[in-house]
């Protein structure tokens, strides 16, 4: 991804889009030398956060006490840089010309390059280069050169470590940071400082060297503040003389290391990276990067827009998480914002998981579900706080450490649907993977907490004499506290429906931990036999005129004016209309009705389907990032390949053409995975169907062919389609049965197979 010339209006939003991480920490593009114009300064590290105080006007029982924030972190990647003891700032510059970002997805490294003439008119070239490693991920790394081009002129260069740092999205104000040493041993720096409230501690660390014109010169200690520790390398240069600043850094922290030993954590990782080289740990960088890219690339011919888009998201969601560590998880943002927290959000179980389980190995997603399993206890606590009992559990909308901390009402104790999608993850787990062993060892305690909570969150309406769910919010946040969403109540009746089977399928098959399961947990028959009473007479809202679920009731109550009949600059609504206008329309944010179908697709007919996409699409606003993904998954389902390839085109570039004019506050880390299922599960229409691997292969006009790999139960398949057939190659030592298109084919071990 390349940007051509300076503009400042971009310069947040370019941020965003050129944001680099590796799992374990990530950073925005920001500039290193100073820059006095509208910035985001921004460095985070994977699970450090602060539980800032909740805002709000009123409370209520239950309510969160805190909003997890990721924090911004001591920024590392500063230099100061002095042209005859004026700072380089590209916002004074007289000039800036030949400005130049890449992001080299393919290598895992950003460059930054620029001509400007100084506002004491010297003329200079600069040349950066910079990358956070995947193989020593506590280290980033930069080269910045800057070459002069006019006269002489000393340079002095002041590579900085700065813990006063705060956030933009605090509540209050808080002092996020307690900085507790600041330290320097020759050529290297460190700061020593602790989250305020959650104490985690933390090493902020550098190591600088620099060449003037070929010639290696010494660093002094700069000026020591109280919250900044910085190195000075000065010399003379004549025209054309370049000087090269190498500087290393990153983050020690005691999640990984005893509180006392950062620094020496910090020493080792540093001494690690001189020994290896700037140029040679590049060089690894991107044998790395290779790696995850033989499994995870999709690559398009004929379509470079769709190319980089697919590209672009694959590459941020590699960045973000990598399955090292079961104690992480996906934020929405990931590491290019603070907007959300950084938090956990059920985009994981819903929209991640499958694109880790068919990319990686399947331990990397199992650590997803362990993460989940980890937090029940956190999970029960939240549904005590809201009055529920015996072990009900309600997995929080928003988590850092499993506790609930979402500060909207409506959503933190509305928006329930999260406690299904986490039951569906296990269960597409083991479709997917085959590995039953998640189920008896930790995910059947889970699913008996979320049967708990839902046999208690509903009641029996004796007007419809059936089980209702009353005041909740679906996953389209543009209806709030609405009574029966179908969605939910049919993710309640299928969660308790398959606690059921697999307390059976665990009492049949793993008889000691079924005994320790129901010690632990006090399952009764009573309990059982009350979910299976709710599971089975569940009410759902249904229109007789038009033959479909309604998304509650009363849906049809609503002004039910189509979105093409709103007038352009009414949109987007959530940035034209007030909130209440919102709520009673009909306008959708993403479907409700639509999300069930996704997931459950197999309980409902194509004509099903088809009916409720004409129905709902016509109102849909796609004004969430999770939306066009499941739209264009169902209307490559239903043929309609041109409007799944708008769809597809939208979510690949969301951020790439900044659709909703928001970039500049992160990009939308969560939803790209939903781009991968758009190709992989929309176009190629990959399933698991009877345990078996199942293609019903389309492309889009506009694609000459594209390709993909999936991770199949170890088994690792590369599809290609184009116009006329479907290729297929399989890695490993034994045949397999798949369907396409219905009908079986056998694949033969490295072997390519056309259809």
């Avoid at 509180?259 to 040679?280: C, R, S």
């Avoid at 506290?481 to 606690?499: D, F, I, P, R, S």
């Avoid at 139960?713 to 290609?720: A, F, G, S, Y």
Wanted: hydrophobic share 35%.
């Amino acid at each position: 991804m390349v940007e051509q010339g300076f503009d400042a209006e971009r310069v947040k939003s370019s941020e965003s889009l050129f944001s680099i991480g590796n799992g374990a920490m990530g950073q925005r593009a920001n500039f290193e030398e100073d820059y006095s114009g509208p910035t985001f300064q921004g460095s985070y590290i994977a699970g450090v956060y602060y539980p800032d105080k909740t805002r709000v006007g009123w409370w209520k029982n239950g309510y969160p006490e805190y909003f997890a924030k990721v924090l911004n972190a001591p920024n590392w990647i500063g230099i100061h840089v002095y042209i005859d003891s004026v700072a380089l700032d590209l916002n004074t510059c007289k000039v800036v010309v030949d400005f130049k970002r890449e992001l080299n997805m393919k290598e895992g490294w950003y460059t930054r390059s620029f001509r400007a003439t100084t506002s004491n008119d010297i003329q200079i070239a600069v040349h950066v280069t910079r990358f956070l490693s995947l193989d020593l991920d506590e280290l980033g790394a930069i080269k910045y050169e800057l070459q002069l081009l006019s006269g002489e002129a000393t340079v002095k260069m002041v590579p900085y470590l700065d813990a006063g740092i705060t956030n933009e999205d605090s509540n209050w104000d808080d002092k996020f940071w307690n900085i507790t040493n600041i330290s320097q041993q020759g050529n290297r720096g460190f700061i020593e400082a602790h989250t305020m409230k959650t104490h985690f501690a933390t090493c902020t660390f550098m190591h600088a060297e620099a060449e003037f014109d070929g010639k290696k010169v010494d660093g002094k200690p700069s000026e020591k503040k109280e919250t900044k520790i910085g190195l000075s390398f000065e010399a003379t240069l004549e025209r054309g003389q370049t000087a090269t600043l190498t500087k290393f850094g990153g983050y020690t922290v005691s999640t990984n290391h005893k509180k006392e030993a950062l620094v020496h954590a910090a020493n080792t990782v540093l001494d690690t990276a001189t020994a290896i080289g700037f140029d040679q740990l590049l060089e690894k960088q991107a044998s790395a990067w290779q790696a995850i890219w033989e499994m995870s690339d999709i690559t398009i011919a004929g379509d470079v827009k769709a190319q980089q888009g697919i590209r672009f998201n694959i590459f941020q969601l590699n960045q973000t998480y990598l399955g090292k560590d079961s104690r992480l998880n996906i934020g929405p943002k990931g590491f290019t914002g603070e907007k959300y927290g950084g938090s956990t959000y059920w985009d994981t179980e819903a929209y991640c998981l499958p694109f880790y389980m068919a990319t990686k190995d399947q331990t990397v997603a199992r650590s997803l579900l362990e993460y989940r399993y980890n937090h029940l206890e956190k999970a029960i606590e939240n549904a005590q706080k809201l009055g529920f009992t015996n072990g009900a559990a309600l997995y929080p909308m928003v988590t850092m450490n499993g506790e609930e901390c979402h500060n909207e009402w409506e959503i933190t104790f509305e928006e329930i649907h999260r406690n299904g999608a986490i039951a569906f993850a296990i269960y597409n787990y083991y479709r997917f993977t085959g590995d039953y062993s998640y189920i008896p060892e930790m995910g059947l305690e889970v699913l008996i907490g979320i049967a708990r909570f839902w046999s208690q969150r509903v009641n029996f309406s004796n007007k419809k004499k059936k089980y209702v769910m009353l005041g909740v919010t679906g996953p389209n946040e543009y209806e709030n506290n609405v009574n029966n969403n179908w969605y939910t109540n049919y993710l309640a009746k299928w969660c308790m429906t398959y606690a059921l089977e697999q307390l059976q399928k665990v009492k049949d098959g793993y008889p000691s931990d079924y005994d320790r399961i129901v010690a632990h947990t006090k399952l009764t028959e009573t309990e059982t036999d009350l979910w299976k009473e709710i599971s089975g007479n569940m009410y759902f809202p249904r229109s007789k005129k038009h033959a479909i679920y309604l998304q509650q009731d009363g849906f049809l109550d609503k002004e039910m004016i189509e979105v093409k009949d709103l007038d352009k600059s009414e949109r987007p609504i959530n940035q034209k209309w007030s909130w209440d206008r919102i709520l009673r329309s009909p306008y959708i944010k993403q479907a409700d009705v639509l999300q069930g179908f996704y997931l459950f697709e197999d309980q409902f007919t194509q004509e099903e389907l088809e009916k409720h996409f004409d129905f709902y699409e016509p109102f849909t606003v796609h004004e969430s990032s999770l939306s066009p993904c499941v739209h264009s998954i169902q209307a490559a389902k239903l043929g309609r390949m041109e409007q799944a390839y708008t769809f597809y085109l939208r979510t690949s570039r969301l951020d790439l053409d900044d659709y909703n004019k928001e970039v500049e506050e992160g990009l939308h880390i969560t939803s790209m995975a939903g781009t991968w299922m758009s190709i992989v599960e929309g176009f190629g229409g990959m399933r698991v169907l009877d345990d078996k691997l199942s293609f019903s292969p389309q492309i889009p006009s506009q694609w000459d062919s594209y390709s993909f790999k999936v991770n199949f139960r170890n088994r690792i398949i590369k599809v290609t389609v184009d116009a006329q057939k479907t290729s297929f190659e399989l890695s490993g030592h034994e045949e397999m049965s798949i369907r396409v298109d219905g009908r079986r084919v056998v694949l033969q071990p490295d072997a390519k197979t056309v259809v």
